[in-house]
């Protein structure tokens, strides 16, 4: 059921912002050929108007097909066609068709970005907090943030307790971590082994004071004693407090997603970090599993992603039509297609060595 709902939300992503393209060019009086929910070889067709609507075979997204997207099909169109046709157009609502798409993928993150912060979901608001520790949307403090399913703290404490003592001395989230390091293991340590003592603790609990002991487990991985829980608590945002964050988290992330991108052009080791649809989706799952609100984020941060890199100014993503859009608006005459594919080689070699460079990782880990 996760893969499904992974795939299913990825495939969401890309469907609607083909949507956003259909839905401007329809309102600025473009003529829509086709709108396909996922790609050829085409299963199932209906025309309403102008415009077909298909469903394709391969399920890895879908496309809009405006009439005159190339300039020089404009010569074989009647006249009516070439009226409404795209590169008939003004910029303005060349651009518009073209922004629409990536602006719902933007709009999808700052929603869901924004539903976390105002919900106060703590898997969400920790998952934004990784994404962009400005935020702070996590307090530090002794309250219990998350217990670890099957960890020792299992079943004894609660979401929200407070820790006010640990072995009848009052502690920080520092001390309180040192506390319990201090009860090992009998004999050398060994991963999951119990502590020979039991850690006491003093329990603020609705309101009142509890007493509670529990018996950390050695984890190797850590290399310390663990009792399964997280420190702090969920600073609460109001609505316009909450679309702030979001704006912040995406800006952070956008930033960090174009640093990214550079530095994998002239680092290997961030190469080697780098994956393709098969990576994402995979992890992509691995968040649906840990939970909706980890899954909400990481939907955000993909929607956001796949924004930002068709915004990259090369033909044929999106960024490249509103570039050369932008250049005909100043120039005040058509430039060749020729002209644009040229200047835009280089950058899509660059991107198609970054996605083979993915899905290469992918297929290395895939294979151990």
Known sequence: MAWVLTILGIMALIVL????????????????????????????????????????????????????????????????????AYYSQPP??????????????????????????????????????????SLNAIVSNTSVLAVEHGAPASGVLRQGDRIVAIDNQPVTVASARRR??????????????????????????DGQLRSLSLYPRYDKEAKRMLVGVGFGAIKHYGALAAAGGSIGAMWHATTGTLTGFFKALTSSKTREEVSSIVGITQTAHATVVDGAGIALVFLGYISLVLAVINLFPFLPLDGGHVLWSLAEKVRGKRISLMAMYRYSSVGIVLLLFLVINGVSNDIGRLGG
């Open 92 to 133: 303005w609502k060349r651009i518009a068709v073209i922004v629409a798409g990536p602006g719902v993928n933007l709009l999808i993150a700052f929603v869901l970005f924004w539903a976390i912060l105002l919900s106060g979901s703590v898997t969400g608001s920790a998952s934004l907090n990784e994404l962009d520790p």
């Open 180 to 205: 319990i390091e201090a009860h090992a293991c009998a004999g050398k340590p060994t991963d999951g082994c119990r502590a020979a003592t039991p850690v006491r603790l003093t329990v603020r609990r």
């Open 17 to 84: 912002h083909e949507l956003g393209h259909f839905a401007v060019a329809k309102a600025v009086g473009m003529r829509v050929e086709r709108f396909s929910l996922f790609f050829p070889p085409t299963i199932a067709r209906f025309r309403m108007g102008e415009t077909e609507y298909a469903l394709g075979s391969i399920p890895a997204g879908g496309y809009v097909k405006i009439t005159g997207m190339n300039p020089e099909e404009l010569e074989d169109l009647d006249p009516e066609a070439t009226r409404r």
